[in-house]
Structures are given as C-alpha cells and as structure tokens.
C-alpha cells in the first residue's frame, strides 16, 4: 500500500483526506526506513558525514505530503546572549530567529529591552545546561533544537530542508564538527543541531554527576561546546559534519565576507563557485548591519527568470517586513 | 526558460568605465561576475588592453575626464556596436548589475522610443538625471538623439559631471527619464551599496541623498525592490558576495512575498 500510495491519490479527491493520514503516516515510515538503513534500532550510531537529500528522493512523493512535510518539522531556536552583545541580539530578535518555529533567547541576565530567560550565570556551560534543560521542559512538540551564538545568522528553511528525512526519534547531534584529540565536537559558532531524542538524553545524563558535572570537568576546563560533546558521548551520541549533494559544508564557523576572501586568494578563477553551499545553513561573526542585508539577500533579492522545482514550500513569518 | 528567452529578444551592449590604475582591482572582477550576463560588454578606458576587451579612448584619466569618457564611449559604441544591441547600459567599475531584473524592466518597453532609465535625481535639470555611479541605460532612439545632439551642437561638454550633464542633453533631445520603480513603488536603480539603502538611519538624515531623489524614498526594507536591477560602491570581494546572495544562496522552498506579475 505504502508504494502505489502515489497513484491512488492522482484518483479523486474522496480518496485524499483518508488516504493523505496513511499516507502521512507512510511516508514518515518509508522516508526513515529508506534513509536510515543500518541505524533502525542502535541506540549508537557513527554515521560522520550526513547528506542531503535529493531532489530525486523528496519529488517521489506526491505534493499534499510533501507540504505537510515541511510543515510538520519544527525547529526550537535556542539564542545564547549576553547583555554587552544588545546590538547583536537585537539584530537576532529582528532577523533570522522569526523563522524558527520557536525562538528563546537564553541570557546571562536580564536586559529590560529585550524578553529572555534569565540563567543567572555567567558560567557558558552552565548557561547551555540550563538552556537546554529549559528548551526540554518547553519543547513538546519541537522535533529539532538548534542553539546559537548572536553573531551567528541561520537560514531555518534550509535547516529544514536538511533535517527532513531525518527521524528526531534518533539521537542526532549535528554542526560544523571539528576533532580535538579523540573528541569530535560540533562548533558552537556554527550552530548545533539536536534531535529531540539527542537532547532527551542529555538532559537525562545532566544528572550524572560523573559523568557530566554541572562544574565542568575538574582537572582540565573544557570549553561549553566540548563538555557538550563529552556527555553526549556517554548516552551514546556523536557528533556528525554536514554537507550538501555537492559535498560542500551547510555549517560555518566564518562570514560570507571571510569565506569569499578565502576563495579570492585559494581558488580565484571560481570564486563563487568554490566558496559556499547554495543551501548554506549558518554563517558565524556576521555584524548587525550585515544581517539586515543577508535577510535581503537570502529571502529577496534574486534574479527574475530563474525558477526553482523546489520540493517543499515554507511560507513567510507574519508580521516581518525585511524577508 | 524565462531568463534564456529574455536574453535573446532584450539584448544589453553593456559598458563599464573604467581605467588603467583600477583594471586590476576592480574591472577585472567585474569581468568575472555580473557582466557575463550581458549580450554584449566593453570596458572604456585611456589605454586599450586586448586581454579583457579594453578599448582605449581618446582621453586622459582623471575625475575631469569623465564626461569626455561617457560621450566618446558612447560615440564609439555608435560607430562599432550599434546593431549588435537594444538598450545602452552605463555602469562604473563599481557598480553591481543584475542583467536579468533589467531585462524585466527594458521587456516592457520599445527600444524606438526616446526613453532612459536609471535611478532619477532631481536637481540641475528639470526632468532630473539619472544617478551615474548606480547604472543607466538609453534605448536605440535615446543613443541615436544622443550623438545626433552632439553633431547639432545641441549638446556640448559644458562640464566634467557626466551624469548631470546626460541628462541635460537628455532633457535637450526630448529623451524622457522614466519611472523606474517597481508595482510597490520600491526603486530598482541604487546609487549606494545595500548596507547603506538596508540599515534604518546608516545614512544621516543631512545627508545628500534625502535632497537629491527624485522619488521619495526610506532607508530599511522599503529602501529596494526584490526585484533590484543596480548597486554602487561595490569593492571586489563585495562583487563576488553580491554574485553569490544573488545568484547561489536562498532560502529552500521559501514563497517570496512580492512577485513581478
């Protein structure tokens, strides 16, 4: 059933509602049981490099699930701020994080312009702890937890577009990874990306004091995102890098600026080409400023004539006029 | 496709000032962005260069010089290239040029009218001029009124400001300046780069810009069309960064708010 699910639907419209609940329900299973050969029931998997899915792949379903699709993924921004970096999270509060399906911003303490979560802490692995314990606490519903720095600017739909045949049910741990000794760890800079089980398991390992001290390591202090990596490791998670269908990187660590710069001096006959993924996630150490116009130029500003078989339709946020 | 189809039938001879000392820094990255998509390109200079199809003028470089750059490119263009186009883009080796919005733009007119385009000042000139540093364009007819006025002696070199005195000779010639902002009423043509139109109060409220638009206009989002056709002040990384939100980076399945029909 779930294979000719296809062909019934094209058949009247007195088909549809029934069968689009199966069929939502099908395809869910289909998607997961296609892309996730090898992983169905480890609680550990070692996957390193996670693809996109291709066009190929999302267009064999037929349109009424795959909207539902993309409604259905629904991402909790989880913004770390300090009150010295206001510009910055004003520049957040105005741009990106009214794509995300929720948006807390996470702050040291309180700032009467702006409405956060006070940690009260200026510790960065405690604030992340009692971040993410709070995201858990509020995030039924949210299949996907992304946290943020706010020089970092992300672009949810393409988040979306990646995590789509991926099943929040298994513990995914994503970013811009990076290996320091044996530990392979997702840059905070870049942005991280949990799954809800990823993170329903490291709230429940937040309790272990062995294992993951709410002081940090005792010998030697790590940093907030390699602490995170370590006790993920315990409940069995890793850390896994992302790339587009052409191999290039969805996370960065750097600015547009900073990476054309690059391509400038290591590939100057193809520059753009050789610079970033079209589908580019995050960029990191992007000023207020500059986010106003990458708001412009990711939801705006495009060339006419150039159309795009996209698989999925995300609709813009009410009340926003910069996208 | 939309954009081949344009291509074809609104064809673009588009030209960039430029000179020895910046060919390096700038025309050569010009080159290789936004210039490929016109029909046609030449880049005006005092000194010919075979390699990126520089063709050396009759003049000296210098700010003074540039209005004798403008009127002897465009007589050189008359004399060579005249056929091989429509619609007569200007652009400076700073400006950024998205070739497909102005062929929107230019698909709804007839290159046999006597009509430019560009981003419109007020000032100096009755129906105003076009800003030089964010790009124009004269139609067949505007070109041809354009040389003619200079065999008339209508128009003459009376100063340096090249599009001040455009426009002038425009406005001589009954060239009509055009309207060019979008069904929101949102400017295509930007004499600034995008931080500047983008950013709510970058620009002082003395500056000269508030004086010399001709429309009104804002700073923030209302500052530009989705559909924008040119911005000015663009160094070469910048180039190559427009090239890329341009052209590469979107948003995945994003249903843009505002549509050209």
């Known amino acids: 059933m779930c294979k000719d699910d296809s062909k019934m639907i094209s058949e009247g419209s007195s088909f549809i509602k029934g069968m689009l609940l199966g069929g939502i329900f099908c395809a869910a299973v289909t998607l997961f049981g296609n892309f996730n050969k090898g992983h169905q029931s480890t609680t550990d998997h070692h996957h390193h490099h996670i693809q996109a899915p291709s066009e190929e792949e999302l267009l064999k379903l037929p349109e009424p699930k795959r909207l539902e699709l993309s409604q259905h993924i629904r991402v909790y921004c989880i913004i770390l701020v300090q009150p010295r970096e206001l510009s910055y999270w004003a520049a957040v509060v105005d741009t990106w994080s009214k794509h995300c399906d929720k948006a807390e911003f996470y702050t040291s303490e309180d700032v009467k312009v702006f409405r956060a979560v006070s940690l009260d802490t200026k510790d960065q692995w405690l604030m992340l702890r009692n971040a993410l314990k709070h995201a858990y606490a509020n995030g039924k519903g949210y299949s996907w937890f992304f946290v943020a720095l706010p020089s970092t600017f992300a672009i949810i739909e393409n988040l979306k577009y990646f995590l789509l045949n991926k099943d929040p049910s298994q513990p995914f741990y994503i970013g811009h990874t990076v290996k320091s000794g044996e530990l392979e760890y997702a840059e905070l800079e870049g942005g991280v990306v949990l799954s809800f089980e990823a993170l329903r398991r490291l709230v429940g390992v937040f309790s272990d004091d062995v294992k993951c001290p709410e002081q940090g390591r005792a010998l030697w202090k790590l940093t907030e995102e390699k602490e995170l990596a370590v006790c993920l490791k315990y409940t069995g998670v890793f850390a896994e890098n992302a790339e587009d269908s052409e191999g290039k990187e969805v996370f960065n660590t750097k600015s547009v600026s900073t990476l054309i710069k690059e391509a400038l001096a290591k590939k100057p006959q193809e520059v753009v080409n050789g610079c970033c993924s079209d589908v580019a996630i995050t960029f990191h150490g992007q000023s207020p400023n500059y986010m106003q116009v990458l708001m412009y130029g990711v939801y705006r500003l495009r060339p006419y004539g150039h159309t795009f078989h996209d698989s999925l339709i995300f609709l813009p946020p009410v009340d926003s006029d910069n996208d | ?261």
């Open chain 2, 1 to 261: 496709m939309v954009a081949e189809d344009l291509y074809k039938t609104v064809r673009v001879l588009c030209w960039v000032m430029t000179g020895p000392k910046t060919l390096e820094t700038k025309a050569k990255h010009v080159n290789a962005t936004w210039t490929k998509n016109c029909n046609k390109v030449l880049y005006m200079s005092s000194e010919e260069d075979k390699m990126l199809n520089v063709v050396g003028l009759d003049v000296k470089e210098g700010r003074d010089q540039l209005y004798w750059k403008t009127i002897k490119a465009f007589h050189y263009i008359y004399e060579h290239h005249f056929d091989e186009a429509d619609w007569f883009l200007k652009a400076d080796d700073d400006t950024f040029v998205i070739l497909e919005n102005l062929r929107l733009l230019l698909s709804q007119y007839i290159p046999d009218q006597p009509i430019y385009f560009g981003r419109r000042f007020k000032l100096f000139a009755k129906q105003g001029y076009m800003s030089g540093g964010a790009g124009y364009v004269l139609s067949k007819e505007a070109l041809r009124r354009f040389i003619e006025g200079f065999k008339t002696k209508k128009c003459a070199h009376l100063s340096c400001v090249e599009d001040v005195e455009l426009g002038k000779c425009m406005e001589t010639m009954n060239v009509t300046a055009v309207d060019t902002r979008d069904r929101n009423k949102k400017e295509l043509f930007h004499p600034l780069a995008p931080e500047l139109h983008l950013v709510k109060s970058y620009l002082a409220k003395k500056s000269w810009y508030w004086s010399y638009n001709f429309y009104p206009t804002e700073d923030g989002p209302g500052c530009c069309s989705d559909l924008a056709i040119s911005f000015h002040y663009i160094d070469s990384v910048h180039m190559y960064e427009l090239e890329y939100l341009v052209y590469h980076l979107r948003a995945y399945g994003y249903k843009y708010r505002y549509n050209a029909e």
